[in-house]
T-cell receptor, first 114, second 114 residues
Framework: NAGVTQTPKFRILKIGQSMTLQCTQD?????MYWYRQDPGMGLKLIYY???????DKGEVPNGYNVSRSTTEDFPLRLELAAPSQTSVYFC?????????????FGPGTRLTVL | QKEVEQNSGPLSVPEGAIASLNCTYS??????FFWYRQYSGKSPELIMS????GDKEDGRFTAQLNKASQYVSLLIRDSQPSDSATYLC??????????????FGKGTKLSVIP
């Protein structure tokens, strides 16, 4: 089991460029999440998905889009990159969202927008 | 707005001492509470979960929960230099439509001095 994998590990974007952060999990988890973490801050939820074809906004969704066409994949799209989107992005998954289900995190993508 | 508050630290303790990490939360109906450890440049990993009032012990780690005071803590006994990391408190609360979300604190940075 690879768990949760993310690509790329690092990326530098120019203002206005677009990119997709990839996330794949092989644990057959229904729930997947995208977080961002700014220096010295906790994790902020961007978007989450409760299953293929179903997504919803988290706390900080502006400037991002997601899709969930399969159970395994949950890509995050940045359409017009802005310096405020410089952050570390973590993808996570869990079997369910209720109760005490652990969220498993990917290794993260460090994004810089210049 | 659901909030989770932690002292940012840094908290410095000598090797072998007890490290005490504290967390308060705002959502009175929260049911599940987690402590994640995050090494510098790495992704968070779950170390403890607790759902009922009282203490829960796992090796050198003890989680304590007091729902009436909306307070959760983590004690690390016999602290080791390898425990040096940022500890994130996370609270699972209902977000409507049958789904739950984790709200993270900003984390407490722990340094264990040899």
């Amino acid at each position: 089991n690879a768990g949760v994998t993310q690509t790329p590990k690092f990326r530098i974007l120019k203002i206005g460029q677009s990119m997709t952060l990839q996330c794949t999990q092989d644990m057959n988890h229904n729930y997947m999440y995208w977080y961002r973490q700014d220096p010295g801050m906790g994790l902020k939820l961007i978007y989450y998905s409760v299953g293929a074809g179903i997504t919803d906004k988290g706390e900080v969704p502006n400037g991002y889009n997601v899709s969930r066409s399969t159970t395994e994949d949950f890509p995050l799209r940045l359409e017009l990159a802005a310096p405020s989107q410089t952050s570390v992005y973590f993808c996570a998954s869990s079997y369910s969202a209720g109760g005490g289900d652990e969220q498993f995190f990917g290794p993260g993508t460090r994004l810089t927008v210049l | 707005q659901k909030e989770v508050e932690q002292n940012s630290g840094p908290l410095s303790v000598p090797e072998g001492a007890i490290a005490s990490l504290n967390c308060t939360y705002s959502d009175r109906v929260s049911q599940s509470f987690f402590w994640y450890r995050q090494y510098s440049g790495k992704s968070p990993e779950l170390i403890m979960s607790i759902y009922s009032n009282g203490d829960k012990e796992d090796g050198r780690f003890t989680a304590q929960l007091n729902k009436a005071s909306q307070y959760v803590s983590l004690l690390i006994r016999d602290s080791q230099p390898s425990d040096s990391a940022t500890y994130l408190c996370a609270v699972n609360s209902h977000s409507g439509a049958g789904s739950y979300q984790l709200t993270f604190g900003k984390g407490t940075k722990l340094s264990v001095i040899p």
